[in-house]
């Protein structure tokens, strides 16, 4: 109902009962016969105007009441889609930063949406950065050129353009993995941050299906409730990832298919 028509309603409810109370106390006191005359004086009629007119001071309250309660919805609303719309405009902004072609704006776009994650005004808002960032590590990656062998198969030894052109490759090998190892462990750090503090992923699902693990995943001390994590088809290289001290509570931890080092457990 809007507040135009509950206010006209409230107002001719006010109104109609004013006036049953105002003929109802004139009746009641003409049937009981409190006065010898029917006539009512100046003074009991001026006091039964001052009670209708206090019934209708009360329905008048009460109708102001509705409409600061209306108006304190229409405000929580219009705030929570304000709190949307600013958190889309930087998501889409974060996002932007994960697919640049340079590893430090990719890097800046991790802590952002690691950021709006904790400032997610809703629970889904948040699990969609989560995801996001589960999704980064999910696709595929340069694989490490190594060493530039010297001399080369054909017995020559590499050119300076060549040797530059390889430590280009090593650069932006080791710049990429180094927003991967900080994209895990924000991952680690946010789930051993206590569920009511409000910066928490406890609850979040992590789908880290047939992602390569090659730095340190810290998870010692975190607190799984609710929620799932997939280590499925993970592979462990050259890194490891802790459980050590590690609580679950109505959560699933998966590594069905998982290659290469068990990790470290001692969880409860």
């Given at each position: 109902m809007s507040i135009r028509k509950a206010l006209t309603l409230a107002l001719v409810a006010a109104a109609l009962v004013a006036g049953g109370v105002f003929y109802g106390l004139?009746?009641?006191?003409?049937?009981?016969?409190?006065?010898s005359t029917t006539q009512l004086d100046a003074k009991t009629l001026f006091d039964l105007m001052k009670l209708s007119f206090g019934v209708v001071?009360?329905?008048?309250?009460?109708?102001?009441?509705?409409?600061?309660?209306?108006?304190?919805?229409?405000?929580?609303?219009g705030a929570h889609r304000e709190a949307t719309r600013l958190h889309t405009e930087r998501f889409s902004q974060a996002v932007d930063k994960l697919g640049s072609d340079s590893p430090a704006v990719r890097l800046g776009g991790v802590h952002a949406l690691a950021g709006l994650a904790d400032d997610a005004p809703t629970q889904d808002l948040r699990q969609t950065c989560i995801d996001v960032l589960c999704a980064y590590l999910r696709l595929p990656f340069p694989a490490d050129p190594g060493d530039l062998s010297d001399p080369l198969p054909d017995g020559?030894?590499?050119?300076?353009?060549?040797?530059?052109?390889?430590?280009?490759?090593?650069?932006?090998?080791?710049?990429?993995?180094?927003?991967?190892?900080?994209?895990?462990?924000?991952?680690?750090?946010h789930y051993r941050i206590p569920k009511?503090?409000?910066?928490?992923?406890?609850?979040?699902?992590?789908?880290?299906?047939?992602?390569?693990?090659?730095?340190?995943?810290?998870?010692?001390?975190?607190?799984?409730?609710?929620?799932?994590?997939s280590f499925d088809n993970a592979r462990f290289s050259g890194g490891t990832v802790s459980f050590q001290s590690a609580?679950?509570?109505?959560s699933d931890v998966s590594f069905?298919?998982?290659?290469?080092?068990v990790p470290s457990t001692g969880f409860q």
């Open positions: 004139v009746v009641l006191l003409d049937f009981k016969e409190i006065e001071a009360g329905a008048g309250a009460l109708v102001a009441l509705v409409v600061a309660y209306r108006r304190q919805r229409v405000d929580e609303v020559t030894s590499p050119t300076a353009e060549r040797r530059d052109a390889h430590q280009d490759k090593k650069d932006r090998y080791r710049a990429l993995r180094e927003v991967r190892h900080t994209i895990l462990r924000l991952i680690g750090d009511d503090a409000g910066r928490s992923w406890q609850g979040c699902n992590l789908d880290l299906t047939g992602v390569t693990i090659d730095g340190r995943m810290d998870f010692n001390g975190a607190v799984f409730s609710g929620g799932t994590v609580r679950f509570s109505g069905m298919g998982a290659m290469g080092p």
